[in-house]
């Protein structure tokens, strides 16, 4: 079935540096969305992308599509101590895939001030 | 580790009918589950925290009386839809926290269409 590896696991990082998240799928995604969890929190939307090698930006995160819309990353700049959590990905399949929503295992993002 | 798992993955009822849907973590306890609604191509939707030997808390705007959660042990909690109607088709997810809030593990979802 369809797989979705969400690397790295763990992520530390010192206030000010930058902070990448990847996904990759198994299969062709149809879209692809990203979830923030502070901790003790529920997943929080993000963005979702649909297009192939779509690129969104908010603020200091930005978003992408890979063009074979099998991977995406998550890039936050400067990071800050409100960026702490948890990131998720998740992804809809493509055709006969396309009903079932599977999720990253997430990377925890820790910021030392 | 940290397997969550959904049963069904996909049903299909008539309206009038109840459906429900199973979430269980296989290698873990879990005192709290979520379960979550997704319509198509759209976020995730919070239905209701589900704690295991408690009654859920429910988000507001979510029907209680339609949809009934229990959490009867640390591996189990079930979503049933009660008199299912076409506007309860969606793709319903779980996900059980390992310990603390600190991880969440989601479930590969359970898609419900209602004729």
């Known amino acids: 079935g369809q797989q979705v590896m969400q690397i790295p696991q763990y992520q530390h990082v010192q206030e000010g540096e930058d902070f990448t998240t990847y996904c990759n799928s198994s299969?062709?995604?149809?879209?692809i969305q990203w979830y923030k969890q502070r901790p003790g929190g529920h997943p929080v939307f993000l963005i979702q992308?649909?297009?192939?090698?779509e690129v969104k930006k908010q603020k200091r995160l930005t978003f992408q599509f890979g063009e074979a819309k099998k991977n995406s990353s998550l890039h936050i700049t400067a990071t800050q101590t409100t960026d702490v959590g948890t990131y998720f990905c998740?992804?809809?399949?493509?055709?006969?895939?396309?009903?079932?929503?599977?999720f990253g295992k997430g990377t925890k993002l820790s910021v030392i001030p | 580790g940290a397997v969550v798992s959904q049963h069904p993955s996909w049903v299909i009822c008539k309206s009038g009918t109840s459906v429900k849907i199973e979430c269980r973590s296989l290698?873990?306890?879990?005192?709290?589950m979520f379960w979550y609604r997704q319509f198509p191509k759209q976020s995730l939707m919070l239905m209701a925290t589900s704690n295991e030997g408690s009654k859920a808390t429910y988000e507001q705007g979510v029907e209680k009386d339609k949809f009934l959660i229990n959490h009867a042990s640390l591996t189990l909690s079930t979503l049933t839809v009660t008199s299912a109607h076409p506007e309860d088709s969606s793709f319903y997810i779980c996900?059980?926290?390992?310990?603390?809030?600190?991880?969440?593990?989601f479930g590969p979802g359970t898609r419900l269409t209602v004729t």
């Open positions: 992308l649909v297009k192939s090698g």
């Open positions: 998740a992804g809809f399949g493509s055709g006969a895939g396309s009903y079932q929503l599977t």
């Open positions: 299969t062709t995604l149809s879209n």
């Open positions: 996900s059980a926290d390992a310990g603390q809030g600190t991880e969440q593990y």
């Open positions: 290698d873990f306890q879990a005192t709290t």
